[in-house]
Every structure is written in C-alpha cells, then in structure tokens.
C-alpha cells in the first residue's frame, strides 16, 4: 500500500508532494461546500485517475497533517498491492430512509473477506445511528464501519457526498476493503465532561427529542445558551453537547449533537438516535482534556492494527464541528496530539464532521458518535 498526498488551493490549485502511486486504486478528498459545489474538481480528479474509485464530502474544515484549512481540498492517492475494492452508492430522502438506505449498502458491501467498511453520509437528512445499523446488520456485527457525516462549516444548510460521481446532496457512499492483506483499524474518544443534573428522554422518536423531564428539550438548552446565544440555534448547542445512556446499561453511553431545531413544535433534531427511557446529561469542554481525547483515539487505532505497525499506514481523522468551533484557534492541539501518537510514518488526513462513526471502545458495535475524535488506520501487511 502506498499513499500519496494531493492538495488544491484557490492559490496554486492541484499540488502533488511527491510522484503519485503507480494504479491509483482509491482517491480520498475532502473540501469545504462552497469548493466542491460545482463539481469542476471532481473532474480534474478523474481525469488524473481515470480508473480509480473516487470518495469524498463536504466539511466543517480539512485535516492534513497537523493543519487545518477552510479554503483547500485535501486528498489522498491511494494504491494497494493486493486489497479488493468495492464501492456503492445510494441516494436518501429523508432520515426515515436510513436504516433502508444502509441495509441496501451492506448487502452490495458483502462478502466472506470484507474485512472493513469505510462511509461518507450526507450529514442533514440521515439518521446516523439507524444507517450504521443497517449497513453492520447486512455485513455483520465484526466487520467494523467507519466514516462520518459531512459537514457545511457551522452554516447547516446542505452537505455533499461524492461517490464516483460529483459531489451532491442527499447522498450515502461506502466503500469496502476486502482480502486477507488489509488491516483497518480504528480509535474514538471524546473528552467532553458532564454537568448539571442527569434527566429523562420522556418523548422521542427516532433522533428527533421533544421532552426532557416532561419538559420541551429546546427550553432546556435555551436556559443554559440565554436569549442572545439561542438566537444560533443549531449552531450555538454544538457547544453543549448531550450525553444519553440506557440507565440499565451505563457502557451504552454516546454522545449526541444537535443538527435542527424546531421552534414551534419546541423539539431538537440530532445526528442519531435519542430512545424514549434513556438517560441524557449536557456536557461542556476544555482544550486539555479535548485534546486528551484525540491522543486517546490516536493510541487505539495504532494499536489496532495487530502487527501492522511499521507497514505504510494513512490514518482518516473525522473529528466533530463542535469541538472546533469551542477550540478555535487552539483546535490544532488536538490534530498535534493525535499525530504524535499515529507517528511520523502515518500520513494524516481528514475532516470536521456532523456525526462520526466508529465501533465503540467497550462493546465492539459500529454506531454513531458526535463531539468525539475517531481515526480510521489503514496498513496492507506485506505491501
């Protein structure tokens, strides 16, 4: 496996750092909405790789390396030596379509040697808990999914999925690695802690809340925001995100972030799921700890590629907008952590997201995070 990275500016537009790979097999990209919109870089790309697949979305903000950029669209070449690849492509409607959507996926996606599943969502009109599910239904529980929801910078407006195709709205694309060769390898942690009191989900469906405590959800985060700050709803609530667990099962915990709000019906929409019964606290952060948590999903991944370590690696960085938009200028402490974990023979690239998905630290199952760091790994053993 041999990776090769590509970046493009407004400035100096296609730029190689080194000679590209030799039969390019998969060309990953990612770039701001306003970039990829009109489609015009997606054709520059197949046409310096005509026989690549090509995978990519829109963001909150590129990764590549330890930097982070609004304006570049930062991509990887990437060739194997004796890695199968597959990728599908399927159009959603409405967040009612996920599960359907995913299951579609995963039965294209199957076989006896996939050995993972790497996606890109449409980051406002899906589900990301019931996708993941039906994708990790159709190709079993132990193949891990990883990826996340594309982003529109803190705007919330529309994302754009390309699956060999030009970039759009609307659109789930997944691509799987197979064969005995490919190790994937994953990591995610948080670094959000919890305040206030714990409350009940007493009225939910699917990842839309309504009530907490037998109270409108939208007038709970209101009081904390107050009037000025509320008036940036969805944006302003990514700056507290939630924490909900089965009360029955506290190694169920996720986090969840707010993608819409309605202001008439007093009911928040989230990235995934929110079950009517669970628990659910606000969470805020700080820059050590968030940092901290980009170490920790740094460290997991690298230990997860089981013998791989030494081979070529690229290692995918899909961390959440709201642990952007609270870091600031200080976000880059949390690539910089990472990197140092991954090590100077990883290449690093990556995307701020609405949503990540990874298997989870304690039970193995690939789901939905929000406001976490999760790193995708990537080693062929022998090339």
């Known amino acids: 496996m041999r990776a090769k990275p590509m970046l493009w500016s407004p400035r100096t537009g296609w730029t190689l750092n080194s000679a590209e790979p030799v039969e390019t097999s998969l060309v990953l990209y990612f770039g701001a909405h306003e970039t990829l919109a009109h489609g015009a870089h997606y054709d520059e790309m197949r046409g310096m790789f005509p026989s690549a697949h090509i995978l990519g979305c829109s963001t909150g903000g590129q990764i590549y390396g330890d930097n982070i950029s609004d304006d570049e669209i930062v991509a990887a070449a ?23 959507c995913g299951e579609a996926i995963g039965r294209a996606l199957a076989a006896e040697d996939l050995a993972g599943v790497f996606v890109l969502s449409d ?8 996708l993941v599910a039906g994708i990790a239904g159709a190709i079993g529980a132990k193949i891990p999914v990883t990826g996340g929801l594309a982003g529109d910078g ?3 407006r529309e994302t754009l999925v390309g699956g060999d195709c030009a970039p759009r709205t609307r659109t789930v694309a997944a691509i799987g690695f197979y064969g005995s060769a490919i190790r994937v390898s994953h990591g995610s942690a948080g670094g959000w802690d919890p305040f206030g009191p714990r409350r009940r989900v007493t009225k939910s469906a699917g990842n839309v809340l309504f009530e907490l405590d037998d109270k409108p959800a939208l007038d709970l985060y209101e009081r904390y925001l107050g009037p000025e700050e509320s008036e940036g709803l969805p944006g302003a609530a990514l700056l507290f995100p ?3 667990h089965d009360a029955a099962d506290p190694d169920s915990a996720v986090v969840r972030t707010v993608l819409a709000v309605d202001r008439d019906a007093r009911s928040m929409t989230f990235a ?7 628990v659910a606290q606000l969470m805020h952060g700080n820059f050590d700890r968030l940092a901290a948590g980009a ?14 370590v030494g081979a070529p690696q690229l290692s995918v960085l899909v961390s959440c907008i709201g642990r952007r938009l609270l870091m600031g200028q200080q976000t880059v402490a949390e690539t910089e952590a990472a990197g140092a974990e991954l090590g100077a023979d990883t290449m690093r690239l990556g995307f701020y997201s609405y949503g990540e998905i990874c298997p989870h630290a304690k039970s193995g199952l690939s789901g939905l995070h929000n406001q976490t760091m999760t790193i995708t790994s990537f080693a062929e053993i022998g090339g």
């Open 242 to 244: 939630m924490r909900i």
């Open 154 to 156: 803190p705007y919330f």
């Open 78 to 100: 990437i060739a194997f030596d004796a890695t199968r690849l597959k990728l599908r492509r399927h159009e959603i409607g409405d967040p009612s379509q996920s599960r359907e």
């Open 295 to 308: 170490a920790e999903a740094a460290r997991q991944a690298r230990a997860g590629l089981d013998g791989g």
């Open 272 to 278: 995934g799921d929110v079950p009517q019964g669970w």
């Open 123 to 130: 980051g406002l009109n899906v589900n990301g808990t019931a």
